[in-house]
């Protein structure tokens, strides 16, 4: 029965080929039709060989047969897409009719050895191990959506649990980690009230005092990520006084609420992750392969994109049009780059109908395009403004650094600069941190209230107390950081995640080169970033960086040769080789190239 069943499919796909061929020569070019010819010819050898056998074997050619379930497949010839798509197709076809060869090959194997229910289970063509296939898939994915689903529960971790995670990545500073653990929880707890309890109670804004290099702006930035929240991170000495030429303290906000924007559409699209995964996998198959009628080949294909085989193939599919949007911002009207206007759908955008033209990509990033613009089925510009506003007014996080350097010091030169660059700028920085309402191009009114400011500095020529009495009371958590010690460096090098000294190592395995740090190597490198901030100046664990690249700079360039070469090495860095390279510092010489 296989061999009949073979048979039938090389005979009809004999005369498809055929068909398409004789389709395609009266609208493509002679070298498609004719390849197209060649590629039956082929089949027909296939065909031949296969004929020969069964008849061979004593069988009579068999008859069509409603029992063999061979469903038509589409015409090749489509006007709708470009001659290379047709080609690829053609390719596709094939090697999926190979596929059967060999299913069908396997089948005969296994009925010669008596296995007859075996061969009574493959009679679809398809081979066992489909569906071990698939299920090890759904079992990433589940993996995946587990993992998605811890990091959007951050929002509920105690100060505790935050503060452990802290520790991941930030040595020390337990008092820093503490502040910001508890005003993290206390938006949850404001959550958890009445309406009139919950418009009383405010941030508790934060003043980080400490040198260069403590662990303030990392404290932040991490708290951040860790509760997937909005985050903008700012420098006090880029912004000067409003009428003055310079950036305005306003677009803080705006800055804060575009990564609301993309938040909120990251969550959505995890929200509608499976949808969005069926919706834009049905659109790639369809460009790649046409109509297919067959649930088999449909179901080879899907696995086949699933597992990336196709990622490098390439698809025609409808994108919207961009010069829309590019029209709309030479107009001069500042918007939020992650924010896509749509023409209709809400009505809001004012560009008219979209337009839409058929481009061609790779499906790898066809899938991206794909999943944007179906997305927006879900999420008109007016929800995600709306949420993207009332996300960033709850949950925003803006951290000001250099706090310090607006502060107005008794060191500081020229009264016009002073008014304009740093009491005018903190004056311009109140109202946003005791609370107003900020217009926002494209988002509309957001209010400042319950945004969480962090403010740092290193205060090393002036004091806290030389900021502005008004400026002062609106942060009233402080918090000093300490200067980094000997153990503290050390701890930065081997206890935390995704540390200096792994980062070379998995740098190094791209060159196919393998790096190992001796414990002594680590420990002397963190003594000698400490008598350089000693000797120098202190600029805290930044100086690790410095004296790592110093030590790796000779096999940072020799490693791209070995890997030209085909070749591997192993590098071990100890101590001797970490004094040889940086030794002058020890020996109180030349600093100047260690200093950033």
């Not at 403004?385 to 030169?413: H, P």
Request: net charge negative; proline share 3%; hydrophobic share 35%.
């Amino acid at each position: 029965m296989n061999r009949i069943a073979r048979f039938s499919f090389h005979k009809f796909v004999r005369t498809r080929l055929t068909k398409s061929s004789q389709s395609l020569s009266r609208q493509f070019v002679s070298p498609f039709s004719t390849t197209l010819s060649s590629n039956v010819a082929n089949l027909d050898s296939i065909q031949n060989i296969d004929n020969a056998s069964i008849l061979t074997a004593g069988d009579s050619p068999p008859h069509n047969d409603d029992s063999i379930h061979l469903q038509e497949h589409e015409n090749y010839s489509d006007c709708n897409v470009s001659d290379d798509i047709l080609q690829q197709r053609l390719k596709l076809r094939q090697q999926y009719a190979a596929y059967i060869v060999m299913a069908t090959d396997k089948d005969d194997s296994n009925s010669g050895n008596g296995n007859d229910n075996d061969n009574n289970d493959s009679s679809n063509a398809n081979p066992p191990s489909d569906d071990k296939q698939d299920a090890g898939h759904d079992d990433d994915d589940h993996d995946l959506e587990d993992e998605d689903e811890e990091r959007f529960d951050a929002y509920n971790m105690t100060p505790t649990e935050i503060i452990e995670e802290l520790d991941k990545f930030v040595i020390g500073q337990s008092d820093a980690k503490k502040a910001v653990a508890v005003s993290w929880r206390a938006r949850w707890r404001r959550r958890q009230l009445n309406d009139d309890y919950r418009r009383e109670v405010t941030p508790k804004n934060i003043l980080m005092i400490g040198p260069t290099g403590c662990g303030k702006t990392e404290v932040a930035r991490r708290l951040a990520r860790l509760a997937y929240s909005p985050f903008v991170k700012v420098e006090a000495t880029k912004f000067t006084e409003v009428g003055y030429v310079g950036k305005d303290v306003n677009t803080i906000i705006e800055d804060l609420v575009a990564h609301a924007a993309t938040l909120v559409k990251k969550r959505k699209r995890y929200e509608l992750r499976k949808e969005l995964k069926n919706s834009v996998n049905e659109i790639i198959l369809h460009a790649l392969m046409g109509k297919l009628s067959n649930e088999q080949e449909l179901k080879y294909w899907k696995r086949k994109l699933r597992d990336g085989t196709l990622d490098e193939m390439n698809v025609e599919i409808d994108v919207i049009r961009e010069h829309d949007l590019s029209s709309f911002l030479r107009g001069g009207l500042r918007t939020n780059p992650y924010l896509v206007f749509a023409g209709g759908g809400d009505g809001q955008s004012g560009f008219g109908q979209q337009k839409t033209e058929k481009k061609q990509y790779p499906i790898k990033r066809a899938k991206e395009i794909l999943i944007e613009q179906e997305l927006k089925k879900y999420l008109s510009d007016g929800d995600l403004a709306n949420q993207a506003v009332e996300l960033a007014e709850n949950d925003g996080i803006v951290f000001i650094d250099e706090v310090d350097k607006i502060c107005g010091a008794r060191n500081s030169f020229g009264g016009g600069e002073r008014r304009v660059s740093q009491e005018g700028v903190q004056r311009d920085l109140l109202p946003l941190i005791e609370g107003t309402s900020v217009t926002v191009q494209n988002y509309g009114k957001l209010n400042t209230d319950h945004i969480l400011f962090i403010c740092a500095g290193a205060f090393h020529d002036s004091k806290p107390s030389d900021l502005m009495p008004e400026f002062q009371g609106r942060l009233p958590v402080r918090v000093e950081l300490k200067p980094l010690t000997r153990d503290d460096m050390f701890k930065i090098l081997s206890v935390t995640q995704y540390n200096l000294v792994n980062q070379q190592i998995e740098m190094l395995k791209t060159e196919n080169c393998e790096l190992v740090f001796t414990e002594e190597a680590v420990h002397e490198i963190a003594e000698t970033a400490v008598q350089c901030n000693e000797n120098v100046e202190n600029i805290g664990a930044r100086r690790l960086v410095t004296v790592i690249e110093r030590i790796m700079q000779d096999i940072n360039v020799e490693a791209s040769d070995i890997k030209k070469a085909g070749l591997t090495k192993t590098y071990t860095i100890d101590k001797k080789f970490v004094y040889d390279n940086v030794g002058e510092i020890l020996k109180g010489e030349d600093y100047d190239k260690f200093i950033l």
